[in-house]
């Protein structure tokens, strides 16, 4: 089963404790600048979206890498960067639509949300369940079920 | 580990920042933040100095949790001696902007002297100038969020400002962080103006490490289990805010009204948490747009509102028709059931307008409240207001001096003089709701009687965060005492404000501790820092920073006499609910609260206490 982040920005708070996670399991030190998901805050309308990598099965990132260093996993369908291989050209930093690759000084590689291997941090640091990792086939089923809870109240068609 | 060891210098004088290192010895002694803060102005300052004069010093100081995954580790405090109150000032904000500072590499800004010409502090990692802030002088703090962060391209910064309050002398100026969290009480906005300085940003993308990692993210999840799972901090708080107390405190009979004059409000539920979640009959929608957290903090008490574009205060005004920093429970009782005022729509805005341009909520409408009692008495007339009607309970009045008060303006510029001044002034004197000099929080001292001492003894003047016995005395967080009663409350205030000056002085911030003791900060604190921090020695560090704080102030001429409550709660008793007749039982407590502190008769900590603290 392939699985990927489910991301809802309504129950979403901005409190940044998914980049304090993500940081601190990719670079060993809590540092938000470095996290792979970010959590924008759009101030005049009061919502706080998360956004990260959604690993594309057509990778635009993985298309334009001139030394293929990034390969998807067979099983979960995840993007991965090969930091012996990448030479840090950033080509794929431009190709991505989504800015979701991204690259590191300290290191010189890109860097990018690779699910932490199949058991994301960001998941469970998450205090509001804004962000869940669940059978990708499944992802829309939530607000399937929120918009057929709706259908409910509608008057039948032959009512008068 | 958790600090970052550095402190950064700024001579506004001379024009320099100087990078030096970390006191440690100090650290290991105050912790950070409040405690740490306090002893570098304690030792760089003489606290006789005029608060607005070059030789005051601010210091912006984050704790060593500042900046971790610990639950609302977020927090900076500034401290410095402060505007309205002359006594030590120290006010913690929320925000991201703590952090900020922290991931920028530092744990401290230490500001002395003068600026010549308006200046603006920017930080970006390791390396810090002194901007010309001329541009910006005379913006709003919102306007001068967007100028400095579309000057140097970098939507990612976290900027602290000042607004037309804090530039032009309001006596309770704050610092605005991150558009509306703020560094609210004692002045501390109008320290920064006097010296010049119209903002402070900064960008940081370096990491903050912690001594024990393994230790520290388990004893950090455990923590935030413990915030989930109780009532107030997992489901209250989330959902209501703090503005969840203004029904409650109402029912107990301890919600300051029209200047103290009543201690319940006939309006409270059109102005409480319920009522902001509520569709407006106008339009159908309701205040609250949703919650925000600060940064790091798993609880998210932070209200995001929004107004009825059709209300008055806001009619053609399309600037405040987006979401905001909506109403906490301070802001909401002092603009509202203190000055008699139950349009909700008119409170927010209102608010917004202290955000936007840098004073303090509970300060500005705690004076207005005083204005009005004054008003009423026929002690200040149309001719002093600018032909304004200061009516106890009339919006319109309140939105019209908010937006004076914060342009500096007509009877705006009397107002932002605070109560105590404002109440001399006109020779009213015990018509101000103060001790030291600042405003009074939403708590009646003759209906929860702990909150009497908590004011009378509060460092920084009165103030509910210094030891908030409302958990104890409504909530039975941690046991219940009885609010009435003025039995025990010694131990309890004492007890209160050791904890919290620990609690501040770590960097977390002190609604945690609805759910949390020291028993579940400690191993936190451990885990991140050099030390052995046990929820001894944490209380113990907290009893030695109260000490330091009050010899700050018995040093800058306050005495035991300054420990003090208006007449108004000594000799007239509430008027209705569970305390009617009831007056403060000040007298009863203060004497067993300097016994229980170790200081003599007249408030003084004796040599034993000073030595066993090693103050």
């Given amino acids: 089963m392939q699985k990927t982040l489910v991301i809802d920005p309504g129950k979403c708070t901005g409190c940044k404790q998914c980049e304090l996670a993500c940081s601190y399991i990719k670079e060993g030190s809590f540092n938000p600048s470095k996290s792979r998901i970010r959590v924008f805050d759009f101030h005049t309308e009061g919502r706080f979206v998360p956004y990260t990598c959604t690993q594309c099965d057509e990778a635009w990132c993985q298309q334009a890498c001139p030394v293929d260093a990034i390969t998807t996993d067979p099983v979960t369908g995840v993007k991965q960067v090969h930091d012996n291989l990448c030479v840090g050209c950033k080509v794929c930093t431009i190709a991505c639509p989504?800015?979701?690759?991204?690259?590191?000084?300290?290191?010189?590689?890109?860097?990018?949300?690779?699910?932490?291997?199949?058991?994301?941090?960001?998941?469970?640091?998450?205090?509001?369940?804004?962000?869940?990792?669940s059978d990708v086939e499944q992802a829309g089923f939530?607000?399937?079920?929120?918009?057929?809870?709706?259908?409910?109240?509608?008057?039948?068609a032959n009512s008068a | 580990m958790a600090w970052t060891r550095k402190i950064l210098r700024v001579n506004l004088t001379e024009g320099t920042c100087v990078s030096e290192p970390l006191n440690m010895d100090w650290a290991l002694k105050y912790l950070g933040q409040r405690g740490l803060g306090t002893k570098y102005l304690m030792e760089e300052i003489d606290p006789k100095v005029d608060p607005l004069s070059p030789d005051n010093k601010m210091i912006f100081a984050t704790g060593p949790l500042t900046g971790t995954c610990a639950s609302t580790a977020g927090r900076y405090s500034v401290i410095t001696k402060g505007a309205l109150t002359g006594a030590i000032a120290?006010?913690?904000?929320?925000?991201?902007?703590?952090?900020?500072?922290?991931?920028?590499?530092?744990?401290?800004?230490?500001?002395?002297?003068?600026?010549?010409?308006p200046v603006y502090l920017c930080i970006i990692d390791d390396k810090a100038e002194l901007l010309s802030a001329e541009g910006l002088w005379g913006k709003s703090v919102w306007d001068t969020d967007a100028a400095i962060k579309a000057a140097h391209q970098e939507p990612m910064m976290h900027i602290a400002a000042i607004g037309v309050a804090g530039e032009k002398g309001n006596m309770y100026a704050c610092i605005v962080n991150d558009l509306h969290r703020a560094a609210g009480r004692s002045g501390v906005g109008t320290v920064m103006g006097s010296k010049n300085l119209k903002a402070v940003a900064v960008r940081g993308t370096g990491g903050v490490s912690v001594e024990d990692f393994p230790a520290f993210m388990k004893s950090t999840e455990a923590g935030k289990r413990v915030l989930q799972e109780n009532a107030v901090t997992g489901e209250s708080l989330p959902a209501y805010g703090t503005q969840?107390?203004?029904?409650?405190?109402?029912?107990?009979?301890?919600?300051?009204?029209?200047?103290?004059?009543?201690v319940q409000f006939e309006s409270a539920n059109d102005i409480s948490a319920e009522a902001m979640a509520e569709p407006r009959r106008s339009d159908g929608k309701p205040n609250l747009l949703t919650n925000q957290a600060c940064f790091s903090c798993t609880i998210a008490c932070g209200r995001i509102s929004q107004i009825d574009k059709d209300h008055f205060t806001v009619v053609n005004k399309p600037e405040y028709w987006g979401a905001e920093g909506g109403l906490e429970y301070e802001a909401a009782w002092a603009l509202g059931a203190a000055t008699g005022i139950k349009d909700l729509e008119a409170l927010t805005y209102a608010n917004y307008l202290c955000n936007e341009h840098g004073y303090d909520p509970i300060s500005f409408g705690s004076t207005l409240a005083a204005a009005m009692d004054m008003y009423d008495e026929g002690i200040l007339t149309k001719?002093?207001?600018?032909?304004?009607?200061?009516?106890?309970?009339?919006?319109?009045?309140?939105?019209?001096?908010?937006?004076?008060?914060?342009?500096?303006?007509?009877?705006?510029?009397?107002?932002?003089?605070g109560s105590k001044r404002l109440c001399e002034k006109y020779g009213r004197p015990e018509l101000s709701m103060t001790v030291k000099g600042q405003e009074f929080p939403a708590y009646d001292p003759r209906g929860i009687q702990g909150m009497g001492l908590t004011y009378a003894t509060s460092n920084r003047g009165a103030c509910h965060l210094r030891s908030y016995t409302v958990s104890s005395e409504i909530f039975g967080i941690p046991e219940k005492t009885d609010p009435l009663s003025t039995d025990g409350k010694a131990g309890l205030v004492k007890a209160f404000q050791d904890a919290t000056a620990a609690v501040d002085s770590a960097g977390l911030c002190v609604f945690t501790t609805f759910a949390w003791t020291l028993e579940d900060i400690a191993p936190q604190v451990d885990a991140a820092c050099e030390g052995n921090w046990t929820a001894d020695t944490l209380m113990e560090a907290g009893e030695r920073i109260w000490n330091m704080e009050r010899n700050f102030n018995l040093a800058a001429g306050f005495s035991g006499k300054d420990d003090e409550l208006p007449k108004r709660l000594m000799k007239d008793a509430a008027k209705t609910g569970p305390a009617k007749g009831l007056t403060s039982g000040l007298d009863k407590m203060l004497p067993e609260y300097y016994e229980v502190r170790g200081w003599n008769t007249k408030g003084v900590p004796t040599e034993e206490t000073l030595s066993r603290l090693g103050v």
């Fill in chain 2, 244 to 262: 969840v107390l203004m029904n409650v405190i109402n029912e107990s009979g301890a919600l300051p009204t029209r200047n103290f004059r009543d």
């Fill in chain 1, 98 to 133: 989504f800015g979701t690759i991204n690259y590191s000084v300290s290191t010189g590689k890109v860097v990018k949300c690779d699910h932490c291997g199949g058991d994301p941090e960001c998941v469970k640091a998450c205090p509001t369940q804004a962000i869940l990792y």
């Fill in chain 2, 90 to 117: 120290c006010s913690n904000s929320g925000g991201y902007f703590g952090a900020e500072l922290k991931f920028a590499g530092w744990d401290m800004i230490i500001f002395e002297g003068k600026s010549e010409k």
């Fill in chain 1, 142 to 156: 939530d607000k399937m079920q929120q918009w057929a809870a709706k259908t409910d109240n509608a008057a039948p």
């Fill in chain 2, 383 to 417: 001719k002093d207001t600018g032909g304004v009607e200061l009516k106890f309970g009339s919006a319109e009045m309140l939105a019209k001096m908010a937006e004076l008060t914060g342009i500096m303006e007509g009877f705006g510029k009397e107002l932002a003089l």
